[in-house]
């Protein structure tokens, strides 16, 4: 089955700096990565997503970028803002698959003002 | 408002009574799922259906059961609660896209059990 693996565990920026999560899969089908964003105690909401047509996305301060060949996607947020400060799951998942959405670990994201 | 509703968002109880956490979508989607996450920790899918009379086990073993006698419905019960079943129950819900199967989560269930 798919495996994502996550990194790093935790990150503290500060505000204005770029922060950086990357995520590895194992299962070459996949097709589709999803991010999600978990504020304290709110349920997990989608910021971003990618397919594997398309090798980079941006929307406003978040991008998402894709290297099919190694397996790895990352997110990348400019301009960091107090209010990113949030736990972020990256995602994986393939076309037709009965099982949807395998998450990584979660980054801990800290934006110090 | 389209959304998916989770009740009770808070529920202490316990140890050996029988539990079911409720779950409904409004959103008209096939696919639902319920997820086990200590705060702010990894998410542990323990049930997953693909439509009414479908379900199936996730990733974790869990000693909790599922239904889906209705498209908009996938309650989770627990026969016996014990304190190791204390987490976060997030219910999500998919409607398959072309290409992708976007998941939309409703805003969990605290379960702890005393």
């Known amino acids: 089955g798919e495996n994502v693996e996550q990194h790093p565990s935790t990150l503290s920026v500060q505000e204005g700096d770029s922060a950086v999560i990357k995520c590895t899969y194992s299962d070459s089908a996949s097709n589709y990565f999803p991010w999600y964003k978990q504020e304290l105690g709110k349920r997990p909401q989608l910021i971003i997503d990618?397919?594997?047509?398309?090798g980079e996305k941006k929307d406003q301060r978040i991008a998402v970028t894709l290297n099919k060949t190694a397996k790895h996607f990352s997110l990348h947020i400019t301009e960091t803002q107090p209010e990113d400060s949030a736990v972020y799951f990256c995602?994986?998942?393939?076309?037709?698959?009965?099982?949807?959405?395998?998450f990584g670990s979660g980054t801990r994201l800290q934006v110090q003002p | 408002e389209a959304d998916i509703y989770q009740t009770p968002r808070y529920l202490v109880i316990g140890t050996g009574k029988k539990i079911t956490l409720e779950c409904s979508q409004t959103?008209?989607?096939?696919?639902m799922y319920w997820y086990q996450q200590d705060p702010g920790m990894e998410l542990h899918l323990i049930h997953y259906?693909?439509?009414?009379?479908?379900?199936e086990k996730g990733d974790l073993s869990s000693e909790s059961t599922v239904s889906r006698i209705r498209t908009e419905h996938f309650p989770l019960t627990l026969e016996s609660a014990r304190p190791s079943h204390t987490s976060q129950y997030l219910c999500a819900s998919a409607r398959p896209g072309l290409e992708t199967d976007t998941q939309y989560f409703g805003p969990g269930t605290r379960l702890t059990v005393l």
């Open positions: 959103m008209g989607h096939d696919k």
């Open positions: 995602a994986a998942s393939k076309r037709a698959g009965r099982r949807a959405l395998t």
């Open positions: 990618i397919r594997s047509n398309v």
């Open positions: 259906s693909y439509g009414v009379n479908s379900t």
